[in-house]
């Protein structure tokens, strides 16, 4: 067993919805947060009582004092506060001496349940890209060229509040916009299935959210008609936004950083594997 004072558990940052896959699709990409017991190293900050790592510490049996050291950036809809609950879950975990695969089912309920939904949770604990349904992470196969592409994020100079946003979706949507995201749901996950990047053209049209959200956020819209006309293969709202995400050849993740509107920076970032783990 670890000493409790050596324990550090790292979780990566996630991409919500993948446009389609409103509330159900998730992606870990390569932004970190690591949460630790004892004193803070350097560039970690110590967690209070009220930060969102304390809870799902606490409700899987954690102890002590709790540190955070993150570049994932907070209200920008790369599932800040996701990561750094999955942290937190996974490491009193590891302080009882089990591995964190061994009690994923109760670190992805605890997560989801504080979060309101595990589409972002599901990815931080697992890695990879996958699908949360009826309170399960259900993992996507990843080939090698889907594996290996690259997370374009653009990243503008607002934030957003997940709550808020949430606010401004309506509780009922037509027949012809389900089906519309039924469609392009499926032929992500097919993409995904197949390895096939051509798949994912259209796959990340939305009807059920982006309409209401995308408006709000200066340039979005315009990042992913552009974004996707320099070559990327699909370009979606990140989470409730404001970032945008794009997959893309690595060969074309330049160019398509390139193109991005300029009230924002952007991130070239891969798709993390190996989700929530002891370092």
Same mark, same amino acid.
């Given at each position: 067993m670890h000493q409790l004072s050596e324990l550090v558990v790292r979780a990566p940052a996630s991409s919500a919805n993948l446009g389609a896959g409103f509330d159900v699709f998730g992606m870990a990409v390569t932004l970190f947060a690591d949460v630790g017991t004892g004193a803070p190293p350097d560039g970690a900050q110590p967690c209070g009582e009220q930060h969102p790592a304390r809870a799902p510490f606490a409700r899987l049996g954690g102890v002590g004092p709790l540190w955070?050291?993150?570049?994932?950036?907070?209200?920008?809809?790369? +599932?800040?506060?996701?990561?750094?609950?999955?942290?937190?879950?996974?490491?009193?975990?590891?302080?009882?001496?089990?591995?964190?695969?061994?009690?994923?089912?109760?670190?992805?309920?605890?997560?989801?349940?504080?979060?309101?939904?595990?589409?972002?949770?599901?990815?931080?604990?697992?890695? +990879?890209?996958?699908?949360?349904?009826?309170?399960?992470?259900?993992?996507?196969?990843?080939?090698?060229?889907?594996? +290996?592409?690259?997370?374009?994020?653009?990243?503008?100079?607002?934030?957003?509040?997940?709550?808020?946003?949430?606010?401004?979706?309506?509780?009922?949507?037509?027949?012809?916009?389900?089906?519309?995201?039924?469609?392009?749901?499926?032929?992500?996950?097919?993409?995904?299935?197949?390895d096939d990047p051509a798949l994912l053209a259209g796959a990340a049209d939305d009807r059920l959210h982006q309409a209401d959200r995308l408006p709000s956020i200066p340039g979005a819209a315009e990042a992913i008609e552009a974004g996707t006309a320099a070559g990327a293969w699909c370009g979606w709202l990140s989470g409730s936004g404001p970032t945008v995400g794009f997959l893309a050849s690595n060969e074309n993740a330049e160019a398509v950083a390139r193109v991005l509107p300029g009230n924002g920076h952007v991130k070239v970032l891969a798709v993390d594997p190996q989700g929530a783990r002891v370092l």
């Open positions: 955070l050291r993150t570049n994932i950036p907070m209200a920008r809809g790369l +599932g800040f506060s996701g990561a750094v609950r999955v942290a937190a879950a996974g490491l009193a975990v590891a302080q009882s001496g089990l591995p964190i695969e061994s009690c994923g089912d109760e670190v992805l309920a605890v997560t989801a349940a504080l979060e309101g939904h595990g589409d972002n949770v599901g990815a931080s604990l697992l890695g +990879g890209v996958g699908a949360y349904v009826d309170g399960e992470a259900v993992p996507f196969p990843l080939g090698p060229v889907l594996a +290996g592409a690259s997370f374009v994020a653009w990243v503008p100079d607002v934030t957003t509040s997940t709550d808020a946003s949430r606010r401004t979706l309506g509780d009922q949507v037509s027949r012809l916009d389900a089906v519309h995201n039924l469609g392009r749901a499926t032929k992500m996950a097919m993409a995904f299935a197949h």
